[in-house]
């Protein structure tokens, strides 16, 4: 007999295809509309991509609860199955008279069908959502390494030294810094690592549309969002950006555990960071008249610095498509999906029971509007 929290099986993807095919489905049976925003370019293999986006409830409901998979692109797989499952279990058929549910399935489409962190314009959408009429934020340490590492041999003609290469800068400077040089963000370097972009990219903006569209009645929003690949294995870390008065609200409510990085002075050896252009700022500037809370929940999977050596040899691999085998770069691929949505049941049912903690506790933030 399969346990109350155990997922199911057909919930999971490990292709864009199946899993858009899974929340169409998942829709369908449950008689809910659901609303595509096209995506302008082509799947890999020539396939429609789309951000698909459904509303359970009373669509007009002042308490909106969003549900956000793939803004990492290769992380969205679970995300989407923990969507699908919600619909596919009738969970929206409890919801309380004046909550709705928002579910927005993969976000970043285009990264999540060519098993990339990044969209199609090589950015990274958690370092998107900023201000850019205004001076963008300079990563000195990641300029004085970019042509070395995306245009010299450092880490190899495939990418075979990455793993060596970041163990030498941790033994150095520590993980910490190796986490800001590769993971902080950058505008500078178009084809570099961790690239916030010189504009909004369409992910930015479909998913202000999206909330613009879906959340205007709202006066209370919570919104998750799905994320996958750092921290200890199968377990499922809360990170929210929110300050102050608003981090002490969050934390009253989810648990003193919850992280952020700003007022938490030893960010850990895994290496959460505060970080620049946060879709955060998308969610608050979208829902002006709404109170947003924002929590992440990141599920760990394999060890930090692996992951990172991982996606800096990936990287190094597609800028340099045109002269890499493609065996080569499938298999790189195929290691990034397992890295991000690890094969394994046991840490697949744990992601399930954790996102359904953290659904029933956003849930509970929607007390009765007088």
């Given at each position: 007999?399969i346990?109350?929290d155990?997922p199911e099986?057909?919930?999971q993807s490990s292709?864009y295809g199946?899993?858009?095919?899974n929340?169409?489905?998942?829709c369908e049976?449950?008689?809910?509309?659901?609303?595509?925003y096209l995506n302008?370019?082509?799947g890999p293999?020539g396939?429609?991509?789309?951000?698909?986006v459904?509303?359970?409830?009373n669509?007009?409901?002042k308490?909106?609860l969003?549900?956000v998979s793939?803004?990492h692109?290769?992380?969205g797989?679970s995300?989407s199955?923990?969507q699908?499952?919600w619909?596919?279990q009738r969970?929206?058929?409890?919801?309380p008279?004046?909550?709705?549910?928002?579910m927005?399935?993969l976000?970043?489409?285009?990264?999540v069908?060519?098993?990339?962190?990044?969209?199609e314009?090589?950015?990274?959408?958690?370092?998107?959502?900023?201000d850019?009429?205004k001076?963008l934020p300079v990563n000195?340490?990641?300029?004085?390494?970019?042509?070395?590492i995306?245009?010299?041999d450092?880490?190899?003609?495939s990418?075979?030294?990455?793993?060596?290469?970041?163990?030498?800068?941790?033994e150095?400077?520590?993980?910490?810094y190796?986490?800001?040089?590769?993971?902080?963000?950058?505008?500078q370097?178009?084809t570099g690592f961790?690239?916030?972009?010189?504009q909004?990219?369409?992910?930015?903006?479909?998913?202000?549309n999206i909330?613009?569209?879906?959340g205007?009645?709202?006066?209370?929003?919570?919104?998750?969002e799905f994320?996958?690949?750092l921290?200890?294995w199968a377990?499922g870390?809360?990170?929210?950006?929110?300050?102050?008065?608003?981090l002490?609200k969050?934390?009253?409510?989810?648990g003193?555990w919850?992280f952020?990085p700003?007022?938490d002075?030893n960010p850990?050896?895994?290496?959460?960071?505060e970080v620049?252009?946060?879709?955060?700022?998308?969610y608050?500037q979208s829902?002006?008249q709404a109170?947003v809370t924002?929590?992440?929940?990141?599920f760990?999977?394999?060890p930090s610095?692996?992951?990172?050596?991982?996606l800096?040899?990936?990287?190094?691999?597609?800028?340099q498509a045109?002269s890499?085998?493609?065996?080569?770069?499938?298999?790189?691929?195929?290691?990034?999906?397992?890295?991000?949505?690890?094969a394994?049941?046991?840490?697949?049912c744990a992601f399930?029971?954790r996102?359904?903690?953290v659904?029933r506790?956003a849930?509970?933030l929607m007390?009765?509007?007088?």
């Amino acid at each position: 007999m399969i346990a109350i929290d155990e997922p199911e099986r057909q919930w999971q993807s490990s292709s864009y295809g199946q899993a858009r095919d899974n929340f169409l489905r998942a829709c369908e049976k449950a008689d809910v509309a659901v609303s595509s925003y096209l995506n302008p370019l082509p799947g890999p293999g020539g396939e429609e991509l789309a951000t698909d986006v459904a509303v359970f409830g009373n669509p007009h409901a002042k308490n909106l609860l969003v549900m956000v998979s793939g803004v990492h692109g290769v992380e969205g797989f679970s995300g989407s199955a923990t969507q699908v499952g919600w619909i596919a279990q009738r969970r929206y058929e409890s919801l309380p008279r004046d909550v709705a549910v928002l579910m927005i399935h993969l976000i970043n489409p285009w990264g999540v069908a060519h098993l990339r962190r990044y969209n199609e314009d090589n950015v990274d959408l958690c370092r998107n959502c900023l201000d850019f009429s205004k001076p963008l934020p300079v990563n000195a340490s990641y300029a004085s390494i970019h042509e070395q590492i995306v245009l010299g041999d450092t880490l190899g003609k495939s990418g075979e030294r990455a793993g060596t290469y970041l163990r030498e800068i941790v033994e150095k400077h520590g993980l910490e810094y190796a986490v800001d040089l590769f993971m902080g963000g950058q505008y500078q370097f178009e084809t570099g690592f961790s690239f916030g972009g010189k504009q909004p990219v369409w992910s930015n903006t479909t998913l202000r549309n999206i909330l613009g569209d879906c959340g205007a009645d709202a006066v209370r929003a919570c919104v998750i969002e799905f994320h996958t690949g750092l921290g200890p294995w199968a377990y499922g870390q809360l990170i929210t950006l929110h300050c102050e008065e608003e981090l002490d609200k969050v934390r009253r409510h989810f648990g003193p555990w919850v992280f952020n990085p700003s007022a938490d002075k030893n960010p850990g050896e895994e290496g959460y960071r505060e970080v620049p252009g946060h879709t955060i700022e998308a969610y608050k500037q979208s829902m002006p008249q709404a109170e947003v809370t924002v929590v992440t929940l990141e599920f760990g999977t394999y060890p930090s610095d692996q992951t990172l050596a991982l996606l800096l040899q990936e990287h190094l691999l597609v800028q340099q498509a045109s002269s890499v085998p493609v065996e080569t770069l499938h298999a790189v691929k195929s290691r990034l999906l397992e890295y991000h949505h690890p094969a394994d049941w046991e840490w697949r049912c744990a992601f399930w029971s954790r996102s359904l903690q953290v659904i029933r506790q956003a849930l509970g933030l929607m007390e009765p509007m007088e």
